[in-house]
């Protein structure tokens, strides 16, 4: 019912955390069983238009739902499942699934866009932009919809690749974000020569702007390069909601974080958001 729901919601919120089974060492045939039956899935952890409010999309957060441990995050995981060369099988499975999600939302009246975390070695594929566009062919969502984040410290070993492949899906429409902005290794030359649409601050530099005067300023130089690069911003890990209120006066476009809320199952999603906008 919708009240145990927020009950759970309300539970989940007091805990801040999305952050689940982190230490089990899943061994490799249980990855790769894993992902053949189904077993990981997106979770949806909503964007928040910081002009006016409004819920404007969310990011699909990549979880394992174990059978016999429950719920694991991508950090007991990832790891070893790239190790394992299954990182792309695991990409164009979020893709689709996060893909499906969305569509089902704009067939209820939104217009949310999706984010979808891709590896550097996705981009290294020179297929990966035709599998991209088979999947928003299949369930007729128009590009636009879509943005592929991408961690800037992974981008750089692979550029020449990576870049071609951003530039295939930036033509057709699909967006691409760098993410963790500020904590990788990318150079400010990589910064403008790629063709990111959105940049999002890194969740370190949030969580300390008022514990360190230099995250501060990280802060503040990012969103003021991100808005003269004609970039869209979003702030990951929003805690709190002085820090809401101050990225907001930064002149953030998007807020993203526990504020809010944790990353939530799909069918939980459209839920939370019409709780959200009728408070
Ligand atoms: P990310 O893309 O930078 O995602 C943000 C992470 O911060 C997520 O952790 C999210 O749950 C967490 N988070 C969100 N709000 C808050 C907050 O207010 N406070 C704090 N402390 N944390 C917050 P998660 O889901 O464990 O994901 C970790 C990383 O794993 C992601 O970082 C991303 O790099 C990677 N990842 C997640 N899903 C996928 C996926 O489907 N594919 C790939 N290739 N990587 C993924
Ligand atoms: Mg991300
Ligand atoms: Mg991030
Ligand atoms: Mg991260």
Redo the contacts with the bound molecule.
Sequence with gaps: SLESLFTQLEQLEEKKV??FNVSYQASDQEIINGLQYGQFV?FF?PHINATNNQICGA????RWQHPKIGVL???AF?KKLTKLGL?NK??LT?LDLAIATCVSWHQQGTQYRIS????PLDLTDLNFADRVFEILNHYQLPAKYLTL?I?ETEICNHLGKALETMSRLRIKGVEISI??FGTGSSSMLQLITSPFRELKVD?FFV?NMFVDPKSYTAVKASLYLAKHLNLRSVA????TEEQAKELKHLGCNIL????YS??LPAEKFLQWCQHFQSK
Excluded: F, K
Aim: glycine content about 6%.
């Design positions: 999305d952050q997106p952890q990011e699909a957060l990549v995050s991508p950090d990832l990182i695991l990409t979020i979808v975390n891709v590896s984040e961690t993410d963790d969740q969580r990951e890990g929003v805690e993203q974080g526990y504020n944790p990353a």
